[in-house]
């Protein structure tokens, strides 16, 4: 069974940046597809961003295209999420996610995740 963990997570001042990383372990550590969801209090769980096993594709919500690049190191397991320019709005607890029967384009629905990690919390402040 493969374990999520992310790690990264903060408080930061709107316009600024984090960077957030999810480490993969156990059997089949480097899933096919995989992608950051968050979730804001009292908001349903959203989609963020999901990448492909190569890393050759990626996959933005439009609310963050531009400011948040996905990215993934298959050889340390690790996927990233560079995000850029945060707004107060961004302010959420991210979780890695991982498909295995999924597309980037399916994994957008929360259902159709296989692995969840635990959340890291971010917090931008106006």
């Known amino acids: 069974q493969v374990q999520l963990v992310e790690s990264g997570g903060g408080l930061v001042q709107a316009g600024g940046s984090l960077r957030l990383s999810c480490v993969a372990s156990g059997r089949a550590s480097s899933p096919s597809v995989m992608g950051w969801f968050r979730q804001a209090p009292g908001k349903e769980r959203e989609f963020v961003a999901s990448?492909?096993?190569?890393?050759?594709?990626?996959f933005y919500a439009d609310s963050v295209n531009g400011r948040f690049t996905i990215s993934r190191d298959n050889a340390k397991n690790t996927m990233y999420l560079q995000m850029n320019s945060l707004k107060p709005e961004d302010t959420a607890i991210y979780y890695c996610?991982?498909?295995?029967?999924?597309?980037?384009?399916?994994?957008?629905?929360?259902?159709?995740?296989?692995?969840w990690g635990q959340g890291a919390r971010v917090t931008v402040s106006s």
């Open positions: 990448i492909s096993w190569s890393g050759s594709s990626t």
């Open positions: 996610a991982a498909a295995v029967g999924s597309t980037m384009w399916t994994m957008v629905v929360p259902r159709n995740v296989d692995i």
